[in-house]
């Protein structure tokens, strides 16, 4: 599903020289696998996804997401690479002056798909997360673990083969955050491939996926490597 082949970032330095952000990092995650990536504050984890997005690109290597290499890929081809992508945000980034329905539905919309597709797709994606009889509320009347499903509901709505989420249990308690963890394993059991970015070791400790660690820009560790064939 994704594969980066000694992929590096560099990030260039007023007065000259430069910051790495990714050092030679390669790294094979497959269809239907969660996978934790960690490390500590800047040791490259948003950079990461923001490759896999094509938000940044890289300074040297390869990355293929879904068969596509992104390096073929011009500018115009970016919306396209991004519907094969859900993104899950730690502070939801919902639309408070629209419904529930309408903040699910706005990727459709975006995407041009027909009314009735869009309504089709918006309640299964509600249901799948448990809030379909929300749809007609406002995000800032539901609770915070509420809203996180609402901005994981928004992510899936197109059915994408890839799932990122970064920090996504970050403002919220155990127990809650157990409950979103439950809904990204039921997304990896029907084949999609999820990568979750997260600072939180007691999260990780609860579940027995592979784990990805970065430190300074470089894969430093991948537990469940062989497990995985990755």
Same mark, same amino acid.
């Given at each position: 599903? /994704? *594969? !980066?082949?000694?992929?590096? $970032?560099?990030?260039?330095?007023? &007065?000259?020289?430069? @910051?790495?952000?990714?050092?030679? +990092? ?23 996804? @923001?490759?896999?997005?094509? /938000?940044e ?16 890929? &011009? ?30 539905? #706005? ?12 309504? @089709? ?6 249901? @799948? ?6 749809? $007609? #509320? ?9 809203? *996180?499903? /609402?901005? /994981?509901?928004?992510? +899936?709505?197109?059915k994408?083969?890839l ?6 249990t ?5 127990? !809650? ?17 999820? #990568? ?7 999260l ?27």
């Open positions: 599903m /994704i *594969q !980066l082949d000694r992929v590096s $970032k560099r990030y260039p330095i007023p &007065g000259g020289g430069g @910051k790495d952000a990714l050092r030679q +990092v390669s790294l094979h995650l497959p269809a239907g696998e969660l996978t934790f990536l960690t490390g500590h504050s800047g040791a490259g984890k948003s950079t990461l996804l @923001k490759l896999i997005m094509m /938000i690109r890289p300074t040297s290597g390869d990355i293929i997401v879904d068969g596509l290499p992104l390096n073929r890929i &011009g500018s115009g081809g970016i919306p396209l690479l991004r519907r094969k992508i859900g993104m899950v945000h730690q502070n939801h980034q919902l639309l408070f002056d629209r419904s529930v329905y309408d903040n699910v539905a #706005l990727p459709l919309i975006i995407a041009g798909f027909p009314r009735a597709e869009i309504g @089709k797709r918006v309640r299964a994606a509600l249901d @799948k997360v448990g809030l379909l009889d929300k749809e $007609k #509320l406002n995000p800032v009347m539901l609770s915070g673990g509420e809203q *996180q499903r /609402i901005g /994981i509901a928004r992510a +899936v709505v197109n994408p083969p799932l990122l989420a970064d920090e996504p970050g403002n919220l308690d155990p127990a !809650l955050s157990a409950e979103i963890m439950d809904l990204f394993q039921d997304f990896a059991r029907v084949g999609v491939a999820v #990568l979750i970015a997260t600072h939180d070791l007691s990780i400790a609860r579940y027995q996926h592979r784990l990805l660690s970065l430190r300074e820009g470089r894969l430093i560790a991948d537990r469940g490597e062989d497990a995985h064939g990755a």
